[in-house]
């Protein structure tokens, strides 16, 4: 019933042994969380960006060119770039760095000149200090290569939501060899914005911005991102090939709207390893037309856990392929290893899906496949789910019902493994500590321990 993982995925398992973590939260993760936007039209924001883009560009393997860069090479790399002629400084470009006059109009100009007007690598540097900035587009295709932003200031955003015309705050786009870095702080200044989120009530809400989306990179480095209370997503990843984010620490409170850590959709090869993620929403989220995505060693909590999905809302999304979630731990969150589908009639797939050594504390939900998404009324999903593997999952459940497995009646979830399941009974209602599985249109194969025993199939 296993089927055989990608060579891809195999090498990645070698290289990166791993852990990671979840956490809580309630409310509706997906912004937007009703059914009837599958049949309105959907505002041109969201739109814009839960979407592809109308004429996919195709994400091929063998025409990329090798960086030649790895996680490891990039601190040399600045080293060398200190030393050489290719650092462009944002206080020497006009950056005020005075926390109060936006230096927005400084960022782009030191982008344009490093990416423009040299060759080689360079890099983009923030120094020391606290820079207000408002929303700023860093595009590509640059002819230094790679191209590396270090932040090791506080850069916070202007909070007028209205100077936001779409809907991010540092959109990073079209650029092969993109290298982020720095220990310096993204500050999103969500607080005075995050009560103008409706989106639990309102349908037609705008999605307040993202603080950083990566958008068609090709070979791109995370190494140490500190992002605190965005006012949308933490990250967007989209459209993009071979990205890997390490050593991150992305955080906003647990009742945040939409805080997302990571968002991933039409992206193949993303890595997510070494981070720790509490948010007020998904710490990382796997969404539609994703390919070869491995999540290990992160720590997620509080916020609504590792998911692969909403998947099934909007009609032009495609299928997710080979996702490993591997030694991670979750704590404080509604859900722990998540699948969850809309009940709409698009259609899709989502296979090769595997979550294994998970440790889980204080989780509600803590398995999960729920293809009833976004709807409460009878309806079914078309979105099949299969090849899903739970792996070595133990810790403490606060509700009673610890594996929840609701599947399409119409295309029920084929080929779920559940092997050596651990869990306890956590909550607060101590008169009835026993858990329990529940199961509908499931077909399950089971191996090792299973507590909570196994839905009978
Ligand atoms: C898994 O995580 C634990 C705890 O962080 C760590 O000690 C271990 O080395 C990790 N294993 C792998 C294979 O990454
Ligand atoms: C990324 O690679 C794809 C496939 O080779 C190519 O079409 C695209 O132009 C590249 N993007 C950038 C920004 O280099
Ligand atoms: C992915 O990018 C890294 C540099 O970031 C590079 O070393 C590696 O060769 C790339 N992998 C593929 C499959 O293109
Ligand atoms: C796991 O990630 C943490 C940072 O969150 C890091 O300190 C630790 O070294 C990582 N473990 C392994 C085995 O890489
Ligand atoms: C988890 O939540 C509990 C209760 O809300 C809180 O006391 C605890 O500090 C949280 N744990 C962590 C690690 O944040
Ligand atoms: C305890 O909770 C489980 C799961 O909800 C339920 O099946 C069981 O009947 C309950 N037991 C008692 C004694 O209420
Ligand atoms: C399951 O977890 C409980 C509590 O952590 C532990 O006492 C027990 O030994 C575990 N069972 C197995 C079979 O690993």
């Known amino acids: 019933m296993t089927r055989n993982l990608s060579l891809v995925i195999q090498i990645l398992l070698l290289v990166f042994a791993s852990q990671c973590s979840a956490k809580v939260a309630a409310t509706l993760d997906d912004v937007t969380g009703t059914e009837n936007l599958l049949k309105v039209t959907v505002p041109t924001v969201n739109e814009q960006f839960l979407r592809p883009a109308g004429a996919p560009r195709r994400l091929g393997i063998g025409t990329l060119p090798d960086i030649g860069s790895t996680v490891n090479d990039i601190r040399?790399?600045?080293?060398?770039?200190?030393?050489?002629?290719?650092?462009?400084?944002?206080?020497?470009?006009?950056?005020?760095?005075?926390?109060?006059?936006?230096?927005?109009?400084?960022?782009?100009?030191?982008?344009?000149?490093?990416?423009?007007?040299?060759?080689?690598?360079?890099?983009?540097?923030?120094p020391q200090g606290t820079?207000?900035?408002?929303?700023?587009?860093f595009a590509g295709p640059c002819k230094s290569f790679p191209i590396t932003l270090e932040n090791q200031g506080t850069v916070k955003a202007t909070t007028d939501i209205s100077e936001y015309s779409s809907p991010e705050w540092f959109s990073i786009e079209d650029i092969t060899g993109f290298i982020l870095t720095g220990s310096g702080v993204f500050d999103g200044q969500g607080v005075t914005v995050w009560p103008y989120n409706d989106c639990k009530k309102n349908r037609f809400c705008q999605l307040l911005p993202i603080s950083i989306k990566f958008s068609r990179l090709n070979h791109t480095i995370v190494d140490g991102l500190t992002s605190v209370n965005s006012m949308g997503f933490h990250t967007f990843v989209f459209y993009c090939y071979n990205f890997t984010a390490t050593n991150m620490k992305i955080i906003a409170p647990h009742n945040s709207p939409n805080t997302d850590g990571m968002y991933l959709s039409t992206s193949k090869l993303v890595t997510i390893t070494?981070?720790?993620i509490g948010t007020g929403d998904d710490c990382v989220s796997i969404g539609h037309s994703t390919e070869n995505i491995v999540v290990t060693n992160v720590t997620c909590g509080?916020?609504?856990?590792?998911?692969?999905?909403?998947?099934?809302?909007?009609?032009?999304?495609?299928?997710?392929?080979?996702v490993l979630v591997k030694n991670c731990t979750i704590f404080n969150a509604t859900n722990g290893a998540r699948i969850k589908t809309w009940a709409s009639r698009i259609s899709g797939l989502a296979s090769g899906i595997i979550f294994e050594d998970i440790v889980m504390y204080n989780v509600k939900n803590p398995i999960i496949i729920d293809q009833t998404y976004g709807t409460k009324k009878k309806k079914v999903s078309n979105w099949k789910i299969s090849d899903v593997h739970f792996k070595n999952i133990r810790g403490t459940s606060t509700t009673n019902v610890a594996v929840l497995l609701e599947c399409?009646?119409?295309?029920?979830?084929?080929?779920?493994?559940?092997?050596?399941?651990?869990?306890?009974?956590?909550?607060?209602?101590?008169?009835n500590t026993t858990i329990v599985s529940s199961c509908s249109n499931a077909k399950i194969a089971t191996f090792g321990v299973q507590n909570p025993p196994p839905c009978v199939v």
């Not at 600045?78 to 400084?89: A, R």
């Not at 820079?131 to 587009?137: H, K, Q, S």
């Open 76 to 126: 040399e790399n600045i080293v060398l770039n200190e030393n050489g002629g290719s650092v462009f400084d944002v206080t020497k470009h006009g950056a005020k760095a005075d926390g109060e006059t936006d230096d927005a109009q400084a960022f782009m100009t030191t982008w344009i000149a490093a990416c423009r007007n040299t060759v080689g690598p360079a890099k983009f540097l923030i």
């Open 274 to 276: 070494n981070s720790v």
């Open 408 to 431: 399409s009646e119409l295309l029920p979830c084929e080929g779920v493994e559940l092997r050596d399941i651990n869990l306890t009974y956590g909550g607060t209602n101590l008169r």
């Open 131 to 137: 820079y207000l900035v408002g929303p700023v587009t």
């Open 302 to 322: 509080p916020g609504h856990g590792l998911s692969v999905g909403s998947l099934g809302k909007y009609s032009k999304e495609k299928s997710v392929y080979n």
